[in-house]
């Protein structure tokens, strides 16, 4: 089947924004997880889904950063008055199952400009 | 979480084997090591993952060491299709019971025609 699908690939979004991420994981997978990644830098860690439960999310910068995945499927990666330091590729990654020896999943990515 | 410390940049004569290395001093006994890579404009992409003993898949080797401290990502034979960011992972159980994958900055592997 389809592997891990993220909307839109491309964001523009003026300063002060609101911008809505989406990520579909792999069907049936039950963990999901969201990271920043910034140009030439290695992805950070911003949240994680097990099912619809936000488990961790000690990675979102601030307050204007919010996730969701209200069914366990689909989740969304918000971002409320977008700053220019907000830019970066967006990745969203899912697993099959929880575990330290499961193989993750990573979309293409949203690549979200501020300007 | 416990870090890990890799080569900023490495090079590899297409066809030769690579041996990309991580250092992992600070390794719990249930962390697992795991690789992943990176192509330009893509998504990581799964490598490899090994807990004591050596690995072995279509991808790639993987060797551990010993006292588990160290790390070797082995490409058989580099091809260009290989040039990417290496990814050297510790992925153990966060205080929030949580098991995400804390990324470094990696290995970018350079394959020269």
């Known amino acids: 089947g389809a592997g891990v699908s993220q909307s839109p690939r491309y964001k523009v979004a003026k300063r002060g924004q609101d911008v809505a991420l989406r990520c579909d994981p792999i069907s049936g997978h039950v963990s999901l997880f969201w990271y920043q990644q910034a140009l030439g830098q290695g992805p950070e860690f911003l949240t994680y889904?097990?099912?619809?439960?936000?488990?961790?999310k000690s990675g979102l910068p601030s307050d204007r950063f919010f996730a969701e995945r209200p069914e366990g499927s689909v989740s969304t990666l918000k971002i409320q008055r977008t700053q220019q330091e907000d830019s970066a590729v967006y990745l969203c990654?899912?697993?099959?199952?929880?575990?330290?020896?499961?193989?993750?999943?990573f979309g293409q990515g949203t690549r979200l400009t501020v300007v | 979480d416990a870090k890990t410390t890799q080569p900023n940049s490495m090079e590899s004569n297409e066809e030769e084997p690579v041996h990309l290395p991580c250092n992992h001093s600070?390794?719990?006994?249930?962390?697992?090591i795991h690789w992943y890579r990176q192509l330009p404009s893509q998504g990581p992409e799964y490598v490899i993952h090994?807990?004591?003993s050596n690995v072995n898949n279509r991808m790639a080797s993987l060797a551990i060491a010993e006292d588990r401290k160290s790390s070797t990502l082995i490409l058989h034979r580099a091809t260009l299709r290989d040039a990417a960011v290496y990814y050297c992972?510790?992925?153990?159980?966060?205080?929030?019971?949580?098991?995400?994958?804390?990324f470094g900055t990696g290995t970018r592997l350079t394959v020269i025609p």
């Open positions: 600070t390794i719990s006994g249930t962390d697992y």
């Open positions: 992972i510790l992925r153990g159980v966060t205080k929030t019971g949580a098991n995400n994958l804390f």
């Open positions: 090994g807990l004591t």
């Open positions: 990654a899912s697993s099959l199952v929880t575990g330290l020896n499961t193989e993750a999943f």
């Open positions: 889904f097990q099912n619809e439960a936000q488990l961790d």
